[in-house]
């Protein structure tokens, strides 16, 4: 197997770093190893000695399809002029009935201006096959584009998001699990619900803890009007706010509790500001499968034990974002 070409600059900042480390400079070498991550690499420490690799895997070219290796690899049209009505993005694995029952769902009620951008992530073989059917023609309604976007291995469920976030033309980024299936027009309602600047994430289903302890944050209920997050079954938010609070935290390869953690992230306040607003409206034409993500409890599979961790980490004792009693 060949060994991947290590950078001069990259190697003598680790170089470097394990020179701080022996010296006990801690802060040295937390910057200098910011410095290697930062530049696409990743170190391993073996004792005194250590191991550079690279940070994601490579971009591939296979069947025609660039397959990225990392989100950070996609091209962003974040800076480009916002276009069309909505942006809504689907990750798509291993259920291509779901993905293409939305998909169908989606070009029937869909408003002219919806963008419906799909990422492969890693996808199955019957997923796959399926996907390069839908690369192959443009399937769309008029005024409805589909994109797919590729990825090499699967980067998990934040990473493949923020790989499909990063092509979103539209003002509004809709997040749609494939299980979540639309009845009729759910675009033009979530658009509607953020025209209100107060508003900063919106769904059909809301999620509201129990009281505004800390602790609590593991007993998210569900809710509807003014709520403390949305469930990731469909969640939509602007792209700006993308642009200026994201990306999403990739250590969530699992959904589980990506959305409580990503709805904080919109409403929490800047400044002297009060927190912005999430709001489940009521009557939206969408079902909700089984199969549809969801928040999990603290003490289910592994995964979700450790993103439940990581949202206490970014939200403990931030009873301010909640809205229920004390």
């Not at 290590?6 to 020179?19: E, K, M, N, Q």
């Not at 499968?289 to 969801?294: D, L, V, W």
Request: with cysteine.
């Amino acid at each position: 197997m060949t060994r991947p070409h290590v950078p001069p600059g990259i190697l003598d900042a680790a170089h470097a770093r394990a020179r701080a480390r022996e010296a006990h400079d801690w802060p040295e070498a937390d910057r200098l190893k910011r410095l290697i991550e930062d530049g696409g690499w990743r170190v391993v420490d073996r004792g005194v000695d250590f191991a550079l690799a690279p940070a994601a895997p490579p971009d591939v070219v296979e069947g025609g399809h660039v397959r990225y290796g990392s989100s950070g690899s996609v091209p962003s049209r974040l800076d480009d002029a916002a276009v069309g009505v909505a942006s809504v993005v689907i990750v798509a694995n291993d259920r291509p009935e779901e993905v293409e029952r939305a998909l169908s769902a989606l070009r029937e009620h869909g408003p002219d201006g919806t963008q419906l951008v799909v990422v492969a992530d890693g996808p199955s073989g019957e997923q796959a096959t399926a996907l390069e059917a839908l690369d192959a023609v443009d399937p769309g309604a008029p005024g409805i584009v589909t994109e797919v976007i590729w990825t090499s291995q699967r980067l998990g469920q934040a990473a493949a998001l923020n790989a499909g976030i990063r092509r979103a033309e539209a003002a509004i980024v809709i997040v749609l699990d494939p299980a979540a299936h639309p009845t009729g027009d759910i675009v033009t309602p979530l658009v509607e619900a953020l025209s209100d600047e107060t508003v900063a994430v919106a769904g059909p289903w809301g999620l509201r803890a129990r009281n505004r302890a800390e602790a609590d944050l593991g007993h998210l209920e569900p809710a509807s009007g003014d709520v403390d997050a949305i469930a990731g079954g469909c969640l939509a938010f602007r792209r700006v706010d993308f642009a200026e609070r994201g990306p999403l935290d990739e250590r969530f390869r699992d959904p589980a509790w990506l959305d409580a953690w990503w709805s904080l992230v919109l409403r929490e306040p800047r400044g002297a500001e009060p927190p912005r607003r999430a709001v489940a409206l009521t009557g939206l034409p969408v079902i909700r499968h089984e199969s549809a993500a969801a928040v999990g409890r603290p003490d289910a599979a592994r995964p979700a034990k450790r993103n439940f961790y990581r949202l206490l980490d970014r939200f403990r004792g931030r009873d301010d974002l909640l809205s229920g009693p004390r």
